[in-house]
């Protein structure tokens, strides 16, 4: 995967298949991303003052690069005046449906494993067990194995 945003990078910073405008011109050529040993810190900042049409054009080459518009310029400037540019942090990505999807079905694992095991704490402690609280608990399994078995039919 590395490889592949880098081949998207040297793409973009080559002016293959970017926009067009003020960043169609970049002629520097960005080297793959090589993981330095001594990580430096990024601690210097530099302001920059961009038309609405330029930002724009930076968004879109950046977004093809799979980068944010401050990592693209670091990279595309560092690499344009003949210098290996550190690797662009990791970024972060917005949850796709079948994580949110994930993230939901294993939520209401963890609130039935509860109740379940609450009901077997009881069960072991003497207490008799309320019929309604046993059968919610199939309805709630029910339900959820419904769940599993129609997203396995989509997959």
Known sequence: MDQERSNRIDEVASGGGG?????????????PVQPQKPRKRRTAVLRVRLTVTEREAIDAAAKKAGLG???FLRVVGVSAVGMKP??????KRP????????AKFLGELGRIGANLNQCARRAN???????????????????????????????
Not at 21 to 28: D, I, L, T, V
Not at 86 to 91: A, K, N
Not at 95 to 102: N, R
């Open 69 to 71: 518009p401050c990592s």
């Open 19 to 31: 926009p067009s405008g003020p960043c169609a011109n970049a002629s520097a050529r960005v080297d």
């Open 95 to 102: 949850p796709s449906e079948t994580d949110k999807s994930l």
């Open 86 to 91: 550190s690797p662009p942090p990791r970024r």
């Open 125 to 155: 402690s003497g207490f008799n067990l309320d019929p309604n609280t046993l059968e919610d608990i199939r309805n709630d399994l029910r339900q959820l194995r419904n769940a599993v078995v129609a997203y396995q039919e989509k997959s």
